[in-house]
């Protein structure tokens, strides 16, 4: 939910944030213990009218540990949250190898 709302905001040069509409088809199929290391990929399926649809997949140990689809509309970020730094924190977030 969090990786489809930063690709809102970068979809939008961060004028706009994605906040939760719906969620269908949740899976969970592994349990996550503190210390796991999940990997997070997110794939946009659809975006039209402030609505953007996701599929979402979460991995430990490269087997699917849950998986979801995900619904996001859209809010102003600056009600939130200042853009210059929303910009510099997903600058860090890919520099770190997490785009």
Do not use: C
Not at 38 to 52: A, I, P
Not at 80 to 89: C, E, G, M, T, V
Request: overall charge negative; hydrophobic content about 40%.
């Amino acid at each position: 939910m969090q990786l489809a709302d930063w690709v809102v905001r970068d979809a939008t040069e961060f004028d706009k944030l994605g906040v939760v509409t719906g969620f269908d088809r949740i899976k969970f199929r592994r349990v996550a213990r503190p210390g796991d290391q999940l990997r997070l990929e997110v794939d946009l399926k659809s975006s039209e009218n402030g609505q953007h649809e996701f599929r979402g997949t979460a991995y430990s140990d490269g087997a699917v540990a849950a998986s979801a689809n995900i619904v996001l509309g859209e809010a102003s970020l600056s009600n939130y949250l200042d853009a210059d730094a929303a910009r510099a924190s997903l600058a860090i977030l890919r520099q770190n190898g997490t785009s």
